[in-house]
């Protein structure tokens, strides 16, 4: 090749075309929300399902699974602090007690989880140890003491925080369910256990005091967080 020859060029050869990765389909089903209206409302039937499954397996083993209620002043019925909500003497027993369980703890998801399960925990641990303390010797089981823990919660949160949408709340709770506040009254002759309503009832209060703070109260808090 003489130096006047120039080389030949190169050929250029044709980019292969860059895979480009499948666009991620997309879900067009909006997420579970457990506050909103439909989620809470079938979070409590999810809840209620629960104490149903727990009641037709106890029928089925001959009610073996009432040891674990909670037996008053006795160290082994302690554990029922924590176990007697999900444990009922009856079918009919759980079924009064369906309606209230889902609509009131439908009225307080509604304001969020974690208000949820502070005021159902607060409620079951200290209204079921006062409970043990002074209710007479015998076994107790339902989830009626939590329901009744609901409404003293729902009630003192109306007082305290003065809130109309809570007090409307509050009130058509109270309207609807009015007849069980029967309950907390002193009864001999009656199955259920009227202490484990009034401790319930006085935790629920208490949940809605130290939950929402007035006055001073609600300034020193707030200056603290």
Same mark, same amino acid.
């Given at each position: =090749?003489?130096?006047?020859?120039?080389?030949?060029?190169?050929?250029?050869?044709?980019?292969?075309? /860059?895979?480009?990765?499948?666009?991620?389909?997309?879900?067009?089903?909006?997420?579970?929300?457990?506050?909103?209206?439909?989620?809470?409302?079938?979070? =409590?039937?999810?809840? *209620?399902?629960?104490?149903?499954?727990?009641?037709?397996?106890?029928?089925?083993?001959?009610?073996?699974?009432?040891?674990? !209620?909670?037996?008053?002043?006795?160290?082994?019925?302690?554990? !029922?602090?924590?176990?007697?909500?999900?444990?009922?003497?009856?079918?009919?027993?759980?079924?009064?007690?369906?309606?209230?369980?889902?609509?009131?703890?439908?009225?307080?998801?509604?304001? !969020? =989880?974690?208000?949820?399960?502070?005021?159902?925990?607060?409620?079951?641990?200290?209204? !079921?140890?006062?409970?043990?303390?002074? *209710?007479?010797?015998?076994?107790?089981?339902?989830?009626?003491?939590?329901?009744?823990?609901?409404?003293?919660?729902?009630?003192?949160?109306?007082?305290?925080?003065?809130?109309?949408?809570?007090?409307?709340?509050?009130?058509?709770?109270?309207?609807?369910?009015?007849?069980?506040?029967?309950?907390?009254?002193?009864?001999?002759?009656?199955?259920?256990?009227?202490?484990?309503?009034?401790?319930?009832?006085? *935790?629920?209060?208490?949940?809605?005091?130290?939950?929402?703070?007035?006055? *001073?109260?609600?300034? /020193?808090?707030?200056?603290?967080?």
């Amino acid at each position: =090749m003489s130096a006047a020859e120039e080389a030949p060029e190169p050929q250029s050869h044709p980019q292969s075309p /860059k895979l480009r990765p499948f666009p991620k389909s997309e879900s067009t089903e909006p997420p579970f929300e457990p506050t909103s209206w439909g989620g809470a409302l079938a979070f =409590m039937a999810f809840c *209620a399902a629960v104490l149903w499954a727990v009641q037709i397996a106890n029928a089925v083993d001959d009610h073996r699974l009432d040891r674990f !209620g909670l037996r008053p002043r006795e160290v082994d019925g302690l554990w !029922g602090v924590l176990t007697t909500t999900f444990l009922h003497n009856s079918a009919w027993q759980l079924i009064s007690s369906t309606g209230p369980f889902v609509l009131i703890g439908w009225v307080i998801l509604l304001s !969020g =989880m974690r208000t949820w399960l502070t005021v159902t925990g607060f409620v079951i641990v200290i209204g !079921g140890i006062a409970t043990w303390l002074i *209710a007479p010797n015998g076994l107790i089981l339902g989830c009626s003491g939590l329901i009744f823990g609901w409404m003293g919660y729902l009630l003192a949160r109306a007082y305290f925080t003065r809130r109309i949408l809570w007090i409307v709340s509050a009130v058509a709770v109270a309207f609807f369910f009015s007849g069980l506040f029967a309950g907390l009254l002193p009864s001999i002759n009656s199955k259920s256990s009227w202490q484990a309503h009034v401790c319930s009832f006085a *935790a629920g209060i208490v949940a809605g005091w130290l939950l929402h703070p007035r006055g *001073a109260r609600a300034e /020193k808090r707030t200056s603290l967080s």
